[in-house]
T-cell receptor, first 114, second 113 residues
Framework: AQSVAQPEDQVNVAEGNPLTVKCTYSVSGNPYLFWYVQYPNRGLQFLLKYITGDNLVKGSYGFEAEFNKSQTSFHLKKPSALVSDSALYFCAVRDHTGANNLFFGTGTRLTVIP | GAGVSQSPSNKVTEKGKDVELRCDPISGHTALYWYRQSLGQGLEFLIYFQGNSAPDKSGLPSDRFSAERTGGSVSTLTIQRTQQEDSAVYLC???????????FGPGTRLTVL
């Protein structure tokens, strides 16, 4: 069965510092991996995805994520955090063998401190 | 272009009442999904529509939940005889097709008193 783990409920980082939001996954076969961000009272916004190809994926708002097959991880990163990056971040996986829905992690609340 | 829209944005109802939640997907998107976001359960898949195919209902939590999609576009999620545990944010997403990136609407916050 597919599953996604986000081990940190909360991540705090100072503005201007690099940020990392962690995600590990479990899926049969090759995974399709996604990151979404949710701002207060808003729906989920797509940030980036990994399907195949380069392990380093670049997405919206300066975010990137690195797919690591051996560690089954897909951590979200940004070199320099902004206060406006403060939001709830969700990692998700879709099994490429046929299931079409996304399996989400429990979310990580990122707070960027001015 | 216009994104996924959902209505109402908020719905308060009494236990035992039926509710209908509406989703307008992005124009041209053939796939439509419903998810539920609740405090205790995180984000859960409910149901999936792809074109004219039979929907994948594998995520519906009980037979009180149903959904339809008319004309391959607008979808309605119906919850009958609502219970307090149905309180959650119901999110709709659409994509260009099977396996493509899903784009989410703002959600409907349902509160069952």
């Amino acid at each position: 069965a597919q599953s996604v783990a986000q081990p940190e409920d909360q991540v705090n980082v100072a503005e201007g510092n690099p940020l990392t939001v962690k995600c590990t996954y479990s899926v049969s076969g090759n995974p399709y991996l996604f990151w979404y961000v949710q701002y207060p009272n808003r729906g989920l916004q797509f940030l980036l995805k990994y399907i195949t190809g380069d392990n380093l994926v670049k997405g919206s708002y300066g975010f990137e994520a690195e797919f690591n097959k051996s560690q089954t991880s897909f951590h979200l990163k940004k070199p320099s955090a902004l206060v406006s990056d403060s939001a709830l971040y969700f990692c998700a996986v879709r099994d490429h063998t046929g299931a079409n829905n996304l399996f989400f992690g429990t979310g990580t609340r990122l707070t960027v401190i001015p | 272009g216009a994104g996924v829209s959902q209505s109402p944005s908020n719905k308060v109802t009494e236990k035992g009442k039926d509710v209908e939640l509406r989703c307008d997907p992005i124009s041209g998107h053939t796939a439509l999904y419903w998810y539920r976001q609740s405090l205790g359960q995180g984000l859960e898949f409910l149901i999936y529509f792809q074109g004219n195919s039979a929907p994948d209902k594998s995520g519906l939590p009980s037979d009180r939940f149903s959904a339809e999609r008319t004309g391959g576009s607008v979808s309605t999620l119906t919850i009958q005889r609502t219970q307090q545990e149905d309180s959650a944010v119901y999110l709709c997403a659409s994509s260009l097709g099977e396996g493509r990136t899903q784009y989410f609407g703002p959600g409907t916050r349902l509160t069952v008193l």
